[in-house]
């Protein structure tokens, strides 16, 4: 059974860099026909999907965090990883990686999630 | 604000069917399947229903979907305590080279 694991830094001040890991276990992030994902979720509010990687290597990304996202993929630690650049305190949220079964949203497989949160 | 709309929250009774919208435009629901999601308080979002009206493996068929034009229902029967969640749908948005977009959720309640 494919499962998936964030891990990355939890407390950051604005301006940082935020670096996230999504280890895939049971499985591997270079199986055809899926696509990588990250999503987020404020506290108490709805979620947003951030942006995704193929196992082609190529990326689609939020409109709205295009400017500050980079999603990349190592294939050899079976990982996908994201980092988001300038955070603020509006970028705390958990963050999520799944993996999409149709490229289309469809996300079957979650990792349990992290808190990341933005603070001075 | 979502770009697809849903109603903050629902409520229902338990046995009895409940059916959950999602509104979007031609650039997502009108020419994309939809996805739903059930959310428990905290954890991670569940799959529900995936490319408009297909269960995943061992989703009851109690969970149902469908679309009409630019908007997509979930709907519910046989209400049980435990479906009492948020619930979010999603689905592929052709604009701005493409990316996925989520309703706001919807607050179930099982009175």
């Known amino acids: 059974q494919l499962q998936l694991q964030e891990s990355g830094s939890g407390l950051m001040n604005p301006l940082q860099t935020l670096s996230l890991t999504c280890a895939v276990g049971g499985g591997s992030v270079s199986s055809g026909g899926y696509s990588w994902s990250w999503i987020r979720q404020p506290p108490g509010k709805g979620l947003e999907w951030i942006g995704c990687i193929f196992q082609t290597g190529s990326t689609d990304y939020n409109p709205s965090l295009k400017s500050r996202v980079t999603i990349s993929l190592d294939t050899s630690k079976n990982q996908f990883s994201l980092k988001l650049t300038s955070i603020t305190a509006a970028d705390t949220a958990v963050y999520f990686c799944?993996?999409?079964?149709?490229?289309?949203?469809?996300?079957?497989?979650w990792g349990q999630g992290t808190m990341v949160t933005v603070s001075s | 604000q979502s770009v697809l709309t849903q109603p903050p929250s629902a409520s229902a009774t338990p046995g009895q069917r409940v059916t959950i919208s999602c509104s979007g435009s031609?650039?997502?629901?009108?020419?994309?399947?939809v996805n739903w999601y059930r959310q428990l308080p905290g954890t991670a979002p569940k799959l529900l229903i995936y490319?408009?009206?297909q269960r995943p493996s061992g989703v009851p068929d109690r969970f149902s979907g469908s679309k009409s034009g630019t908007s997509a229902s979930l709907a519910i029967s046989g209400l049980q305590s435990e479906d009492e969640a948020d619930y979010y749908c999603?689905?592929?948005?052709?604009?701005?080279?493409?990316?996925?977009?989520f309703g706001g959720g919807t607050k179930l309640t099982v009175l």
């Open positions: 490319s408009t009206n």
């Open positions: 999603a689905a592929w948005d052709d604009s701005l080279n493409g990316h996925v977009v």
């Open positions: 799944a993996r999409d079964r149709s490229g289309l949203g469809a996300f079957d497989i």
């Open positions: 031609s650039s997502n629901i009108g020419s994309n399947p």
